[in-house]
C-alpha cells in the first residue's frame, strides 16, 4: 500500500467515524431519559419519521415533522428551548439534530434506538 492509498483509507475511515459521532451540542438519551424530560415545558418533542409511520405508532408529546419537511419548518420551533428528536432507529433523528444544530439550536438530545425501543 503506498502513501496515496493510506491517505485516502484514513479520510473514509474519518468519514464514516464522523458521520456517527454526535456533534457538540447533541447528547444522545435513553427512552427513560426521554420520558423524564416530558415533565418539562421548556422542552420541544419532534419525531422526525414519516407520516404514515407516526400515524401508525408514536408517543405523546412528540409532534410529527418528517425529517424531509423539517428544513421548512424549523422557524416553527424555539432555538432557546430543548428539543428532543426521535425516529424509528436513531439515524433519521441523529440527521435532525445536526440540521438543527447548523441552524442555531444549541441543546438537541436525540433519543437512542428511537422508537424502536420504546416499552
Request: proline residues 3%.
Amino acid at each position: 500500500m503506498d502513501i496515496i492509498e493510506l491517505i485516502i483509507l484514513v479520510l473514509v475511515i474519518a468519514f464514516f467515524i464522523s458521520r456517527f459521532l454526535p456533534a457538540k451540542g447533541i447528547s444522545n438519551i435513553s427512552v427513560q431519559e426521554a420520558k423524564e424530560k416530558f415533565k418539562d415545558s421548556n422542552v420541544q418533542f419532534i419525531d422526525v419519521r414519516t407520516l404514515g409511520e407516526y400515524k401508525a405508532n408514536h408517543r405523546k408529546p412528540f409532534e410529527n415533522i418528517p425529517l424531509s419537511s423539517l428544513p421548512t419548518k424549523m422557524d416553527t420551533l424555539d432555538k432557546e428551548k430543548e428539543v428532543v428528536v426521535i425516529c424509528q432507529s436513531g439515524m433519521r433523528s441523529a440527521r435532525a439534530a445536526k440540521m438543527l444544530k447548523k441552524q442555531g439550536f444549541q441543546k438537541i438530545s436525540n433519543v437512542k434506538g428511537g422508537i424502536s425501543v420504546w416499552s
